[in-house]
C-alpha cells in the first residue's frame, strides 16, 4: 500500500467515525473550485458516497471558479447545489457604512458561505466539512468565523505540497492541481501574493525550521499574529 493509499484511507475511516459520533448523516462543504476543496470533495464522496453534498457559492466570483468546480464535481460524481450569493452581498454593503478597507469587504464573502454551509448542513443533518490544510492553518491564511466556521478539517496535518500529492492520487483533475492557489476574494488575488512567500518556503519552514531570515520572520509573525484564530474565544472565569 502507497502512503497516499493508507492517508486516503485513515482519513475516509475518521470522517466515518466523526459522523456515526454526531449522529449525523454525511457532509457538506464548499466547493471553490480549487486543489482543497477538490480533495476534500473526493475524500468525502469515497466516506458517502450518497451523503457527500458540494456547495458551489459564488459572490462576484470568476466565472471560472465556477466551471472549475462543476469540474470536479463531474469527474467525482458528486451531488452539489449552486447558490449565488452576490445579490446579498451587494444588498448587505448597502446597509454599512462605506470603506476601502479590502479585507473587511472580501472577509463577508467567507462568512457568508459558512452560514450557507450551515443551513445545508440543518436540513440533512451533515456535519460541515472544512478545507484547510496545515500550511494555511499554521498563519493564519483563513478567514475567522468564515472558512474556519466548520464541525471538522480532514485535510488540517496535511502540508500543501501533500495535499497535491493527495489529489493527484485521488485523480482530481490537472487544470485543478496545476492551477496558482488563490482564494478568489477579489480580482487577480493568488495566496503566495498575498501571504508574501511561496508554499514551498511556507512548506520547508513548518518541516524544518530553516529558510531565509526574511521569509522566516514574516511566517513567524503571521504564526503569532493569528494564534487567535486558532483557538476559542478568550474566556474570564472566577
Known amino acids: 500500500m502507497s502512503n497516499m493509499e493508507k492517508l486516503c484511507e485513515d482519513i475516509v475511516k475518521w470522517l466515518r467515525e466523526r459522523v456515526e459520533e454526531s449522529g449525523s448523516k454525511g457532509l457538506v462543504f464548499g466547493l471553490s473550485g480549487g486543489v482543497d ?17 458540494g456547495i458551489i457559492m459564488p459572490c462576484h466570483s470568476n466565472p471560472e471558479d465556477e466551471e472549475h468546480a462543476m469540474l470536479v464535481a463531474h469527474a467525482l460524481g458528486l451531488e452539489t447545489e449552486s447558490v449565488d450569493l452576490s445579490r446579498v452581498y451587494d444588498l448587505f454593503l448597502e446597509e454599512l457604512e462605506s470603506t476601502k478597507n479590502i479585507l473587511a469587504l472580501s472577509n463577508i464573502k467567507p462568512r457568508f458561505r459558512m452560514t450557507t454551509l450551515y443551513y445545508y448542513a440543518q436540513i440533512k443533518r451533515y456535519l460541515v466539512t472544512g478545507t484547510s490544510n496545515k500550511s494555511e492553518f ?20 496535511l502540508l500543501k ?15 485543478i492541481i496545476n492551477k496558482p492557489p488563490t482564494a478568489g476574494l477579489w480580482e487577480k488575488q493568488t495566496d503566495e501574493n498575498e501571504m508574501g512567500f511561496t ?17 522566516k520572520e514574516k511566517i513567524e ?6 494564534e487567535h484564530k486558532r483557538r476559542f474565544p478568550l474566556m474570564y472565569t472566577r
Open 199 to 215: 508554499y514551498n518556503d511556507l512548506d520547508g519552514y513548518i518541516k524544518t525550521g530553516a529558510g531565509k531570515d526574511s521569509i
Open 161 to 175: 505540497e501533500e495535499v497535491f500529492e493527495l489529489a493527484k492520487y485521488l485523480n482530481i483533475p490537472d487544470v
Open 221 to 226: 509573525l503571521m504564526y503569532k499574529k493569528s
Open 37 to 53: 476543496s477538490a480533495v476534500v470533495a473526493a475524500l468525502a464522496k469515497k466516506a458517502f458516497p450518497s451523503g457527500a453534498l
Open 138 to 157: 499554521t498563519v493564519g491564511y483563513f478567514t475567522k468565523h468564515g472558512d474556519s466556521g466548520i464541525d471538522i478539517l480532514p485535510i488540517v496535518d
